[in-house]
């Protein structure tokens, strides 16, 4: 398909162990977006990649949080040593050129860490 | 610093019956605001945005919102609603190159 995949869909996870998370954006699309999304609450910005330019990071919340981009396509996510406060489902967006420009959003990976 | 508030966490509205949402934001400066919709199982969709240019803005599916600097608002409204409108709707406004989320608004559709 033409849009944002995400995998896996669901993760679940024990206490301490690490995860990863990918995100294949939409071919082309320059632009990278993670957010967290808690039960009950809006999606919080993580990180955001564009081009080749330094990412934006200043949404990680702890340095447990990691993001990699390869040039412009798959990122990867990495949570390192899990807490049960990092369940969550985890979305990713692509846009064509930057941040201007709208975000396509995929289905997200659901963590769960018990 | 940018946050966006969405007033009631759930709205039901009976099928063709005009719908509102609330989306208010804290802001100096006249911000980029977003509505996107996320369908069940689907992930985070364009409704409509606001750029700075028409302060009524128009979307798909029959909604618009209509930027009010004086009530710092951004409510989403459609005249009629339908069945398929149920979904979880959230206001959204862009600083930079970071967006703040609200937390959602669950629409149901009461035939």
């Known amino acids: 398909g033409a849009g944002v995949s995400q995998s896996p869909s669901n993760k679940v996870t024990e206490k301490g162990k690490d995860v990863e998370l990918r995100c294949d954006p939409i071919s082309g699309h320059t632009a990278l977006y993670w957010y967290r999304q808690r039960l009950g609450q809006g999606l919080e910005f993580l990180i955001y990649f564009q081009g080749n330019s330094a990412p934006d990071k200043s949404g990680l919340p702890s340095d447990r949080f990691s993001a990699e981009r390869t040039g412009e396509s798959v990122s990867t996510l990495t949570i390192q040593r899990t807490q049960q406060e990092d369940s969550a489902v985890y979305l990713c967006a692509s846009s064509l050129r930057g941040s201007s420009d709208t975000q396509y959003f995929g289905p997200g990976t659901r963590l769960t860490v018990l | 610093a940018q946050s966006v508030t969405q007033l009631g966490s759930h709205v039901s509205v009976s099928e063709g019956a005009l719908v509102l949402l609330r989306c208010n934001y804290s802001s100096s400066v006249p911000p980029y605001l977003f509505w996107y919709v996320q369908y069940p199982n689907q992930g985070l969709q364009l409704l409509l945005k606001?750029?700075?240019?028409?302060?009524l803005v128009k979307g798909i599916n029959g909604f618009e919102a209509e930027f009010k600097k004086s009530e710092t608002s951004f409510h989403l409204t459609k005249p009629s609603a339908h069945m398929s409108d149920a979904a979880e709707y959230f206001c959204a406004v862009r600083r930079g190159n970071q967006f703040y989320f609200g937390t959602g608004t669950s629409l149901t559709v009461i035939p």
């Open positions: 606001y750029t700075s240019a028409a302060t």
